[in-house]
Structures are given as C-alpha cells and as structure tokens.
C-alpha cells in the first residue's frame, strides 16, 4: 500500500486534468463523480473516469474513486462501471452506520466476483460526514476488515450538519477528528482529514496538517494542486528525526542478519515499536527524496 | 521572390528581402560573435531644425508635415504602453488621412492596440513591417499575404543591433513620452500614461532622422528628475488629449498562476535552477511575463528569503514581481528596458537601484556588452518546441503570426542557463515536435525544456543533465517524451502553407535569417 500523505480531488469533467495525474504531487487523486458534478453530467463523468482509469497512466499515484452516496441514484451505476476498472479505492460519502459500510462491501464483493477480480481487490474509504457517522466510526471502521481500510471526516458537511461555522483553529472540529483517528487506530485502518478550504492561505494549511498528523491522521485532502506538496512536507521528518531512524533501521537490518532478535542503538535497547515507528519515518522520507544517509 | 537556400537549421531562407536588402542565412548562435565580424555603418541624412523654434504642436498633421514625412518611408513607434497605446493608431490615422502611402511601420512591436494597421495594411498606406511581434488582425492580414513586402520579424536585441548597423534606418519616430517638456526632454515614469522604462524608444530617439515626443502631460522645463530621452534627440512635441488607455497601460502586478500545470512547470523549473548550482548568491535572473514564468520568479523569491541568499541583478522585461525581490534586497539592482506593471513604474522613479536601459545595453549582440550576456538564469516561455530544442514563439498552431519574439533569443543566447517552459500540450495538440514550425530561438542556446512531465535537457549540457539527475529531478528524453504525447494525441497534420509566398522572415538577433515564414492556405 503507498502513501496516502496528500489526496487531491479531481473532478471528472474533462481529460485535461485527468491526463495529468500523475504530475501534481499528490500521493493519490480522488476522481470525483460526486459534489463537483452537476446532476445531469453524472453519466458523462462515470465514463470518463472509466476511460481514464482504463487508459492514464497514473504512474503510481493512488486512485480513489469518489462515488455518488447510497442514497442517490447514482450510487449503483457509479459502482457497476468503476469497480472493474480496479481502482485502488472507492471513497464513499455519507457512511452512518455499520450497515452501510456491510451494503457497499456486499455489493463491491459480487461486482469483484462477476468481473472475475480477486475480491478485496478494491478498498474502500468511508467518508463520515455527520453527527451521526463520527459517532459510529468505531463500527464502520470494524465493519468491513479488509475492506474498510480508512475512514475519512468530511468537515464541511458534519459543519453544516451540526449547524456550525467552522473556524480556522478548527476547536469545533477537535472532537471529531480525535475520535475519528482514535476509531481508525483501534481498527488498524487509516484515518484522513478533511481539505483546507482557503487556497491563498498556505501557513495556515500547514499548520493544520501538522496538527492533524499530530492527531494521528494518516493523510489529508487537497482541493488544489498547489497544496498537495505542502502536505508532503508536512509530513516529512525533520532531519533530526530521520538521521535517528535511519540509524534505528539500519541497526534493526543488520540485527536481522545476524539473526539477533535484540537491538541497541547508541547504547539504549531499542524494541520492535520503535522499529517500527523508524520504518514509517523513512518510507515518509524516501517519498519526497529526502536525502541518502550518506548525505546526512 | 528572390532564391531561397538552406541555413544552419536546415529551414529555407531568401538571400535577399524586398524593401530591406541582402541576407545572409544563419549559421550558428555565435557565429558572427567570435571576434572577427564587422559592419560599416550606414550614412543617413537628417535635417537640422530651425533655431528657437516653437517645438510645441497640438497638430498632428501639422506634426507630420514638419516631419517631412513621405510615401516610402520607414516610420517608427515604441510598444512601451503595451495594449493601451493609443499613440500609433493617433497617428497612423492622420498618415492615412494624409494620403501618405508605401510607407514602412518599424516599431519595437505591435499590440494588439494596434489592430488598425490591418485596414493600413489592405489601404496600401503600409506596405513593409519590421516588428518583434505581430499578432490579432495584423498577424492574420500578414500571414495572408497581404502585406505588398515580407514582414521581418527581429528581436529587442536584434533591432536594437539592426538600427546601430543602419539596417534598418527610421525617417521619422512618433515616440509616446508619458511626460515630456515643451522642448522635448520625456519620460515614461510619471503621468496619467506612466508606462515605465522606455528602453527601446531610446534607439529610435538616438538613430531616427526626425523623431517627435508624442505626449498628453506637458509640463514645465527642465523635467525633472528623471530623462528617459533628452530634448537633444527631439526635433518636436505634440501635445494630445491622450495618448493611450492608463488601465490598459499599466495593469496590475499579474498575480501568480494558480494554473496546476503551469505552477508544476515553475516547480521543476525552479528545482532545476537549484539543481544547477546558479541559484547561489550573487545570481543574475530574468524571467518573461508569462503566468509559469511568473510563478518560477514567485518560488525562487521564498527560497532565497529562507535561505538568506542575495542575488546581484535582475533584468529585462522587470515585473512588480522582480521589483519586489529588489525590496526585498534579493537584487542589487534591476536593469529595466520594459516595464510590465503599474507596480515597476513607481519602483522606477523612486528606487535609484531601479536603472532605465536602452536596448541595446540590454541586448544588442554586437554591443560592446549587453546586460543579456551577464546573466546566471533565463526563464522562457514557448508556442511550441522540437525535439533539437528549437523554439517556436511566433506563429500558432494554424500557422498564423500570433506571438512575439521579444527578448527570446537574446536572453537564450546570452544566460548561462536558460530554461524554457512548454505544456506537452495545447488544446489537444501536441507541443513538442519533430520539427517547430517556426524557429525563434535555435536549440544551441537552449539548456533545458520543462513541461509538467517532465524536464528534456539539451545534450549539449552534460553538466546540467547530470546535476539534474543527482537531484532525481524528472528527466526525461525529448524523443521519448514526443512520442508519449502522441500517444494520447495523435500526431498532427502539417500546416497547409502556401510555400512560394513568403509572408515575413525571422531574423536571428545577428541579422541572419532564422526561419521564413509562409502564406497559409
């Protein structure tokens, strides 16, 4: 599975941004079939993300399809024609229950089956966009193992659902998003954040994104291109952070060989979480092209 | 039509061009750059004015007449209030009225504020162009033949040279001179029409056999305290309601693109700038006015500012975004032989760091230097490219003249690394070619092409390819990339032109012809 650090929007309504993908700095775009999409283009969008699934080449950057919700008609023309295009993952609006993450799962399963592609194949990530869905994201992050590999919260619409404005601190969305990454977490799915929604204000959005990966999300929407790489960097380790890691993977990498279970680094035992923890730094760091250990 | 032969590039030139003499084709970049060429400069005639004689007119015609203006004649106007000139089309109406004809228009360039020498064009009153750009209804007329002689298209470097040289000798320089003095001393940075630097007005005002300072700001002598082009160059003034549209004149600072594609070229392109070790202090930049071109000026600023590394000059077409690195103490200096924005004109009246330049300091090859030749870093920007790094910027993809030349091939020629950006496509159509449709800029002063997929570095740099490389930047093959672009385009039709009507030839900015341009169908 890549990384998920920055997920960029693309609506599917033309092939000028669709064909270039693969070149925004994003760890993965989400084709949207969904809001931005007038009601009478949803045909013409559904096919157009087919033939770009079909025929872009993405060049490793994750594909997420974003389809109309269960409670719309689209909902199931969305599904029949995109899942055998094998998406990496299908984000699904408006998930409340534990129900609905079953429905999409059931559903995604038998159009798997019929198209002949190893079921599990598609993922989906269930967007929680209501009072109602963020407190139940303990069961939908359960409901569906293996299918349900994250699970999102849509702050405009939860805002507007709890008849809130939202603020650029973001305090009124502080609950949520704890309880969202802390319901992710305990499923061992990934938990992503809503957009930043004002594009001439970068410092802002990066703050954000450092307090949410403080939080613990995984990884973050971006409306526009121009934020995807403050993003990324915003996940990326600080030299000193990842000098340690480095060290830590090495050592753990050599223990291995030698068949030693125990590590030490710098005289201090070092166990398997830590290991762990330095693995996900350096992943992280190799994204951007943080430099080579030799270089630090 | 005269015979046409081969140059360097392999693009069919004439030998000699009706109403402007013998060419010689080109034959490299440098050629004429290695020390041994030399010109005899042509004689010209002028008439020397009347003593104590009133300057002042709020007569055009009157103006015109004094001039001694008459059919065949070349004539010349400056471009530096950009699509708010009214100066030119003032004018030329009057010269038309007139029953003035044949004459030659040889301005720095054209507007699209000058659409009207389309009708001049067809009324036979313009019957030869030299400019650097030609587009809307000029460039159509021109690229239908309607124009009785070729056009030649020449760069600021290229016609600041070609004036020097007497190739090109201006009778009579209408000059737009935002505020001016009754005995001529103007200047573009003040006035209800302030349009900033007048760089390329100033060849016209020293090599013109007549010129007269067109002006709506009158005020008392001296001007002060700043002369851009001094009264010993004006033979008149005339005094007008307006001299061109202040909105359109002087626009306001062009705001960075939010294009995703043309900020993912300003990215690569800026990576590649650090890559290439020229982003260091004392870096020397220009950058064109385009919204990518813009928006690599926007990436180096922050960078430098975070790291704390001062540049020495910037140049060129200046933009409030070069102005503000300036106040940011990026620059030293900024050498400004055209303004951009409403921003620059205030930066160039107050700031003393802010210097005016003629274009020949700014970019005449044959000069004993020129401000070109001293820079680190050029950013450009490209119709379309090939894959031997030629640079198209004139014509459209109908083959249509609808661009400029500008300071293109002179900045290309002069940078140590010049940088070009290219989306892969344009509406459908594929970007890079086997072979430009127009050559502008030839490929041997090309360094690198960047598009949003990716960065083609010419292999004549090995030093840029491998430094780019060691910083996993994009690189890709040109040929590679072409054919990737295809792939989803298709490849497209040739142009139909008419090849025996030569409609305008390219000079290169050392008077050889680069290219010819055709008739289309």
């Given at each position: 599975m890549?990384?998920?650090r ?5 609506p ?18 989400i ?12 045909d ?19 594909r997420?399809?974003?389809v ?12 029949e024609?995109i899942?055998?295009c ?5 984000r699904?609006?408006?998930v ?11 559903r995604?399963?038998?159009i ?18 209501t009072a ?13 193992p293996?299918?349900?590999t994250?699970i ?6 939860l805002?507007?659902?709890?008849g809130?404005m939202?603020?650029?601190e973001g ?15 305990d ?18 959005l ?8 403080q ?7 971006a409306i526009?291109?121009?934020q ?11 030299l ?7 060290t830590?993977?090495?050592?753990a ?9 125990v ?16 693995e996900?730094?350096v992943?992280?760091?190799?994204a951007?092209?943080m430099p ?5 | ?21 013998e ?7 440098f ?5 041994d ?19 002042v007119t709020?007569?055009i ?9 008459k059919d065949?004649m070349?004539?010349?106007f400056?471009h530096h209030?950009?699509?708010g000139?009214?100066v ?36 036979g ?6 400019s ?5 209804r000029?460039?159509?007329a021109?690229s239908e033949?309607?124009?009785?002689r ?31 003095d009754?005995?001529g ?7 209800p ?45 005339l005094l ?20 995703p ?5 300003a990215w ?8 290439s ?17 813009l ?17 020495s ?53 044959f000069?004993?230097?020129c ?6 870093v ?5 119709l379309d490219?090939?894959?031997?790094f ?15 030349s500008?300071g ?5 020629a ?36 960047v ?32 054919n ?8 497209p ?9 030569v409609?305008?030839v390219?000079?290169y900015?050392d008077g ?6 055709y008739?289309?169908?």
């Amino acid at each position: 599975m890549g990384l998920f650090r920055s997920q960029l929007y693309v609506p599917c309504k033309g092939p000028g941004m669709l064909q270039n993908c693969a070149y925004m700095n994003a760890d993965a775009v989400i084709l949207d079939l969904e809001d931005s999409i007038a009601q009478g283009e949803k045909d013409a969008a559904r096919i157009l993300c087919k033939y770009a699934l079909q025929n872009v080449d993405f060049q490793g950057v994750g594909r997420i399809v974003r389809v109309n919700g269960q409670d719309t008609e689209f909902y199931a023309d969305d599904l029949e024609m995109i899942i055998p295009c094998c998406p990496d993952a299908i984000r699904l609006p408006k998930v409340e229950d534990a129900d609905g993450a079953r429905e999409v799962d059931e559903r995604i399963t038998a159009i798997e089956k019929k198209a002949g592609i190893p079921v599990g194949t598609v993922k989906v990530h269930a967007m929680l966009e209501t009072a109602k869905g963020v407190l139940n994201a303990r069961e939908v992050a359960n409901a569906a193992p293996g299918r349900v590999t994250a699970i999102s919260l849509g702050g405009q619409d939860l805002a507007a659902d709890m008849g809130i404005m939202r603020t650029l601190e973001g305090t009124e969305l502080l609950f949520g998003r704890s309880f969202v990454v802390l319901a992710a977490r305990d499923a061992r799915i990934m938990a992503f954040d809503t957009p930043f929604t004002d594009l001439d204000n970068t410092q802002g959005l990066r703050d954000e994104t450092k307090f949410v990966i403080q939080l613990g999300f995984s990884g973050k929407a971006a409306i526009h291109p121009s934020q995807c790489k403050v993003i990324n960097d915003a996940f990326a380790p600080d030299l000193k952070t990842l000098k340690k890691a480095i060290t830590v993977v090495h050592a753990a990498r050599e223990a291995a060989a030698r068949g030693i279970g125990v590590i030490s680094v710098n005289g201090k035992m070092v166990d398997k979480p830590v290991v762990e923890q330095a693995e996900a730094v350096v992943a992280r760091a190799n994204a951007d092209n943080m430099p080579e250990v030799e270089d630090l | 039509m005269s015979k046409m032969i081969a140059n360097a590039l392999g693009r069919l030139v004439p030998t000699e061009v009706e109403g402007l003499g013998e060419f010689a084709p080109f034959t490299g970049a440098f050629d004429r750059l290695r020390g041994d060429y030399s010109y005899a400069r042509a004689a010209t005639r002028r008439t020397v004015p009347a003593c104590q004689r009133d300057k002042v007119t709020k007569s055009i015609r009157e103006a015109i007449e004094r001039s001694g203006l008459k059919d065949g004649m070349t004539i010349s106007f400056h471009h530096h209030m950009r699509n708010g000139d009214g100066v030119l089309p003032l004018v030329m109406r009057e010269i038309q009225a007139m029953g003035i004809k044949d004459l030659t228009l040889a301005p720095s360039s054209l507007t699209d504020a000058h659409d009207c020498v389309a009708d001049m064009i067809e009324a036979g009153v313009v019957t030869g162009i030299c400019s650097s750009g030609m587009r809307g209804r000029i460039g159509q007329a021109v690229s239908e033949g309607k124009l009785a002689r070729p056009a030649l298209i020449y760069s600021h470097g290229g016609r600041a040279r070609a004036i020097e040289e007497g190739r090109i000798h201006i009778d009579v320089a209408f000059l737009g001179a935002p505020t001016c003095d009754k005995y001529g001393n103007f200047t573009g940075s003040t006035g209800p029409s302030a349009c900033g630097s007048l760089g390329y007005a100033m060849m016209d005002a020293k090599y013109a056999s007549h010129v007269v300072a067109v002006t709506d700001n009158l005020v008392d002598y001296p001007l002060m305290p700043r002369i851009s082009i001094p009264e010993q160059q004006v033979d008149q003034v005339l005094l007008v309601d307006s001299i061109g549209d202040p909105r359109k004149i002087a626009s306001g600072t062009v705001r960075y693109t939010r294009d995703p594609v043309q900020l993912r070229q300003a990215w690569l392109a800026f990576e590649l700038i650090k890559a290439s070790g020229y982003l260091a202090p004392g870096l020397s930049y220009q950058a064109g006015a385009g919204g990518a071109s813009l928006a690599v000026t926007g990436f180096l600023k922050d960078y430098m500012l975070e790291k704390g590394i001062k540049g020495s000059f910037g140049v060129g077409g200046i933009s409030g975004h070069t102005v503000d690195m300036l106040e940011h103490g990026l620059f030293d200096a900024v050498l400004d032989v055209q303004s951009f924005d409403a921003a620059v004109t205030g930066s160039l009246h107050n700031n003393p760091r802010h210097i005016e330049i003629d274009a020949s300091g700014y970019a005449n090859p044959f000069a004993g230097s020129c401000a070109v030749n001293h820079l680190d870093v050029v950013v450009l920007a490209a119709l379309d490219v090939d894959v031997d790094f030629n640079v198209n910027v004139m014509t459209g993809l109908d083959g249509v003249l609808r661009g400029a030349s500008g300071g293109h091939s002179d900045t290309a020629a002069g940078a140590k690394l010049s940088v070009v950006l290219c989306p892969c496509q344009r509406t459908r159509v594929p970007a890079i070619r086997d072979h430009v449709q127009t050559v502008v800029t030839p490929g041997e002063t090309v360094d690198a092409i960047v598009t949003e997929r990716g960065i083609c570095i010419n292999p004549r740099n090995e030093e840029l390819l491998r430094a780019a490389q060691a910083a996993k930047l994009p690189v890709l093959d040109i040929h590679k990339l072409k054919n990737d672009i295809e792939a989803m385009t298709g490849k497209p039709e040739p142009v139909p032109f008419d090849e025996s009507k030569v409609v305008a030839v390219v000079e290169y900015r050392d008077g050889t012809l680069i290219d010819s341009i055709y008739k289309v169908k």
